[in-house]
């Protein structure tokens, strides 16, 4: 699977949109880009995915670029609760074992 | 609905000693995985079970064992726990959907705290 690079660390002001950026500028054309979060001490949860039109359920926005090589998880109005670990991931939804490969992640803080 | 469920939640071992960490899913999925996930670090496979009665390994897979017990169990072994092994465990389990576009979703559960001394 593609490697995914993303800032470390980021902060909003409650009420406001966050704007996660990812990049991955070596994801092939089966791969899809899959958000999970990761709320202190609990397990990862999932947010969105897509291949490569926009998409948006009830937790957030995922815009991908054109040419798939960055994409950015928008959550509308953030709130407190939304204090987390964001993870980027790149895969194939026909790898072996559909491992999830976690990097680094964005640990985003929400401030009041 | 309780989902993925793990037992237990926190664990202290000494060195040697051999443990089971238990995990049961109630969402009917085929597949199962076994995480761990060291401080300030991602999560990384352990072993995965893509269907009842199937086992494979993930990424980290040594000084563990797996069981996929039935569709709702699977439990990962440490027969002597190591320093090493010291991390939060997590549980998840997915299921294809084909509809509308192929979907894989994995749920998590709650982690079990491992320590060994």
């Known amino acids: 699977d593609a490697k995914t690079t993303q800032p470390p660390s980021m902060d909003c002001a409650e009420g406001r949109a966050a704007n996660l950026p990812c990049n991955h500028s070596?994801?092939?054309?089966?791969?899809?880009v899959y958000w999970y979060r990761q709320i202190h001490s609990q397990g990862p949860q999932y947010i969105i995915h897509?291949?490569?039109n926009n998409e948006t359920n009830e937790m957030a926005s995922l815009i991908i670029t054109e040419d798939r090589k960055s994409s950015t998880l928008i959550l509308p109005h953030a709130t407190l609760r939304d204090t987390a670990v964001y993870y980027c991931?790149?895969?194939?939804?026909?790898?072996?074992?559909?491992?999830?490969?976690f990097g680094g992640g964005t640990r985003l803080m929400v401030k009041p | 609905n309780a989902g993925v469920t793990q037992t237990p939640k926190f664990q202290v071992l000494k060195t040697g000693q051999s443990m089971t960490l238990q995990c049961a899913q109630d969402?009917?999925?085929?597949?199962m995985y076994w995480y761990r996930q060291d401080p300030g670090m991602g999560l990384r496979l352990i072993y995965y079970?893509?269907?009842?009665?199937?086992?494979d390994k993930g990424e980290v897979p040594n000084g563990y064992n797996v069981s996929r017990l039935n569709k709702r169990e699977f439990s990962l072994r440490l027969e002597s726990a190591a320093p090493s092994q010291t991390s939060v465990y997590f549980c998840?389990?997915?299921?294809?959907?084909?509809?509308?576009?192929?979907?894989?979703?994995?749920?998590f559960g709650p982690g079990t705290r491992l320590l060994v001394l």
């Open positions: 998840a389990s997915s299921e294809w959907v084909r509809a509308g576009g192929p979907k894989e979703t994995q749920y």
């Open positions: 070596t994801i092939s054309g089966n791969e899809y």
């Open positions: 897509g291949l490569k």
């Open positions: 991931i790149v895969r194939s939804l026909y790898n072996a074992g559909n491992m999830l490969t």
């Open positions: 969402m009917n999925h085929n597949s």
């Open positions: 079970s893509a269907s009842e009665g199937t086992t």
